[in-house]
């Protein structure tokens, strides 16, 4: 059982639901996942074989995590936008944030004041919506 104490108040029970959700869902390609807040994030689990230590990957997210917060102004206006009554246009409220890139990709998922990131090796997208998913059900919960 996790005991540690997590810098945005995450309870440890619910940062082990989101690394077991994710990685059910992603299995070996995932590289990392990241819970964060506004002000505050936690690393809740990086691959074996990427950084030396826990330090290094909180340098290195920390970088990501400083972008992506964004999303928590962005997701009310892509929901709005995405449920304007415009009949047959509309794409329907926003669910989660798929970032490609040369070797990976950056999923970010938002619920509340709660945000989360997963990193993956390159992968089949359609493994991104069954995990996200799962973190959705653990941060809703």
Same mark, same amino acid.
């Given at each position: 059982?996790?005991? $540690?104490?997590?810098?945005?108040?995450?309870?440890?029970? /619910? +940062?082990?639901?989101?690394? &077991?959700?994710? *990685? #059910?869902?992603? !299995?070996?390609?995932?590289?990392?996942?990241?819970?964060?807040?506004?002000?505050?994030?936690?690393?809740?689990?990086?691959?074996?074989?990427?950084?030396?230590?826990?330090?290094?990957?909180?340098?290195?997210?920390?970088?990501?995590?400083?972008?992506? $917060?964004?999303?928590?102004?962005?997701?009310?206006?892509? /929901? +709005?936008?995405?449920?304007? &009554?415009?009949? *047959? #246009?509309?794409? !329907?409220?926003?669910?989660?944030?798929?970032?490609?890139?040369?070797?990976?990709?950056?999923?970010?998922?938002?619920?509340?004041?709660?945000?989360?990131?997963?990193?993956?090796?390159?992968?089949?997208?359609?493994?991104?919506?069954?995990?996200?998913?799962?973190?959705?059900?653990?941060?809703?919960?």
């Amino acid at each position: 059982m996790n005991d $540690r104490q997590y810098r945005t108040g995450v309870a440890p029970a /619910t +940062a082990n639901e989101l690394v &077991s959700a994710a *990685r #059910t869902g992603l !299995g070996d390609t995932l590289r990392s996942i990241v819970h964060f807040t506004p002000a505050e994030f936690d690393v809740l689990y990086v691959r074996g074989d990427l950084y030396g230590d826990p330090e290094a990957a909180r340098d290195a997210k920390s970088r990501l995590v400083a972008i992506e $917060r964004s999303g928590f102004a962005e997701k009310p206006l892509r /929901t +709005a936008i995405g449920e304007e &009554s415009l009949g *047959r #246009t509309s794409v !329907g409220p926003y669910r989660f944030t798929v970032r490609f890139h040369d070797d990976g990709f950056v999923v970010r998922l938002i619920e509340g004041d709660s945000g989360v990131l997963l990193t993956t090796d390159e992968m089949d997208v359609r493994a991104f919506e069954e995990a996200a998913v799962a973190v959705r059900g653990v941060l809703s919960a």
